[in-house]
């Protein structure tokens, strides 16, 4: 991919009024067209990094560019082609949803269109709300009111602050899919969320935020191959009291009952270790009945990422 | 220019104040005749004329002055602290928008209620006095501006303020006293002349003094010092509202 990047962060400083540093020189590529996942534990920076980006913030130092323009030399041109969705649910509780909705689309420069608003929230499934106040909007809807109003400009890059926090499990499902309509439609997306799973559903990359620090940015199925550890359980004929003595090199786990025993290796390694642990099993006089493997989740690699201990992976 | 945002937030801003219409107009209709009866028939009975005017004629300007200048800053402060307040501020900070069009969009809505007030006053006014209006254009006009630049400061105060106390501060502790203290309710020459004096380093009675002037044709201080008060007014606020957006002054992070 030659494509200039759509959003391309360079060496972002970011320090509170407080002397809190939020960003410690963040620098990121976003290509056109892709769904990126934040990832990050609480107060990682994931927020301070979209402010800044949109304007909320101003940066201590390092530029950011949208479409090529300079968010604050050529904020104009950079700002029309943002949509912003917050964190925090922020809406005027007694203005009616399509004027909030008309409201946006104003503010950002663009000529009153009231077909485009009302497919756009037909597409929402807010359109029987159109005429409601924002206050007798349940949670969820409000948080769609507030993803209306993001795109009510039209805009080429979505950035969606935590877009599931809070919200059921079919609403989730809806959002996603929601996520997967703008991107065929060549929506560049920005997505901060907690889930693990959500990045891994519905992300193409990821990049993974810590203490104002980006610990990496990768494709999200090669992440999962490069980082993954597999796990090999044994099921065995006859239960077992301990591992025997001779298998103590491999690390095994006892499964609680006895019947299986669980082996961790890397998938991508040279050697997996798989025919000579087979071998010796036979050879402690241990009868198998079935063999499984499973791939650790993006949840496992994030954790090893972030908790200090495991840090020596995350520097490749 | 961002001529759909201004807009936007113009018609946005006077939505909200159609929804209140009836109040909008109830009041300010029942503290002005409060005023007159109060000042007008009870005291005014008993002052003679002031400058050749009825006392109850008198006082007409004083009082639209009180409430645009009250009414316009409390407007615009509101307008601009709200969105502070609930977080939706987010939207206008991130919005491809300088400082002119938000100032443009605030400012013009808080102004343009401010002068239908001064306008339902003007015209309660006149069911109680006779009211001769000597230079129509000249009235307007600073009714007009007088709106815009105390708009302008209610922005800022709005900007300014990060409570609720602190919006209500300015309004009550220096406007209201500024123009009771302005010439209001009386003419400066009827004080004595030491108080002629401190009275002359207050704003507010150049404006009064002018807008008096284009009704009754006469005035405390010249009106080209009027006019040349509250221009420079207007653009001191101007600058300070540029300056708060280039620097992001108590509203970006
Ligand atoms: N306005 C502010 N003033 C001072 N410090 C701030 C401000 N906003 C955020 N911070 C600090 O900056 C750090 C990063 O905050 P940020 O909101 O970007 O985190 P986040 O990754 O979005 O967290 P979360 O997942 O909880 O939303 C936190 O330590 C926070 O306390
Ligand atoms: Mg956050």
Redesign the interface.
Known sequence: MTEEPIVRVRDLVKT??TGFMALNGVSLDIRKGEIIALLGPNGAGKTTLI?TI?????QTSGSVTVGGHDTRQD??????L?G?V?Q?I??????KVV?TV??????????PDDAYLDDLLRQLSLHDKRDQKVVTLSGGMKRRVLIA?ALSHEPQVLFLDEPTAGVDVELRKDMWEIVARLRAAGTTIILTTHYIEEAEAIADRIAVINKGEILLVEDKTALMTRMGQKELRIELAEPVDAIPESLAPYGLDRAPDGRALLYRYESTGERTGITRLLNDIQAAGLHMSDLQTRQSSLEEIFVGLVTPGASGKAAE | MNLNAVKAIYRYEMARFGRTLLQSFISPVISTSLYFVVFGAAIGSRIEEVDGVTYGAFIVPGLIMLSIMTQATTNASFAIYFPKFIGTIYEQLSAPVNFLEITLGYVGAAATKALFIGVVILLTAALFVDLQIQNWPAMMAFMVLTCISFSLLGFIIGIWASNFEQLQLIPLLVITPLVFLGGSFYSVSMLPPVWQTITLFNPVIYLISGFRWSFFGMSDVPVGLSLLAIAGFTLLCMYTIYWIFRTGWRLRQ
Do not use: D, Q
């Open positions: 509170y009024k402010s949109c304007g909320i913030a101003v904020y104009r041109a950079a700002r029309s943002i912003l917050p925090e922020s809406l005027e509780p007694f203005e004027n008309r409201f946006s689309r104003g503010l950002f420069g663009l000529p109003k």
